[in-house]
């Protein structure tokens, strides 16, 4: 006896065999490949990930660091905006000297990126603890000032002569 298999078995025995074929052909030829560029590409990703980690802390340290800077020294970072004015230079230090004369000297140089122009000042003063005031104050001021030294003192009577070089830096545009 011969043992019989139907029709329908057969069609479907060998559509099973078409279909396993197909299928270890899919796995083998298509997602064996792409998992091992996927392992690679995810071992690339990872390296990338944590570089762009250490980046953003650093960014972030930066970043912490400039706002700290930036609310101690906001006091300075603003007088480098405020356009000189030698009036109102004169009005609020001339409780310092009995008499200041202020006289601006040519721009220093157009290349820097900001205004830096030199104040030649004579004034009279009553002792050098005025003077050693006065350069507190600028310290303190709107502007940001340096002085250049040597500071000249020279006595005239009951009275001191000081001539200095002041220099104003500014990145506020000159009308």
Do not use: C
């Amino acid at each position: 006896m011969k043992p019989r298999i139907s029709r329908q078995t057969l069609y479907l025995l060998a559509l099973s065999g078409v279909l396993l074929i197909l299928s270890l052909l899919f796995a083998f030829l298509l997602l064996i490949p792409a998992g091992k560029e996927y392992r690679i590409k995810r071992m690339e990703r990872n390296k990338h990930a944590q570089v762009l980690a250490e980046y953003q802390q650093w960014h972030d340290e930066t970043f912490r660091l400039l706002k700290e800077l930036q609310s101690k020294n906001k006091h300075t970072i603003t007088a480098f905006d405020n356009r000189f004015d030698p009036d109102r230079f004169a009005k609020t230090h001339r409780h310092f000297f009995q008499s200041l004369q202020l006289s601006e000297v040519a721009p220093v140089s157009d290349a820097a990126p900001f205004s830096v122009y030199e104040v030649n000042t004579t004034s009279r003063i009553g002792s050098p603890e005025n003077f050693y005031g006065f350069l507190e104050a600028v310290n303190k001021s709107d502007w940001i000032i340096g002085v250049d030294f040597p500071v000249h003192f020279k006595r005239e009577q009951d009275l001191i002569l000081s001539s200095f070089t002041m220099r104003v830096y500014s990145t506020a545009l000159k009308e």
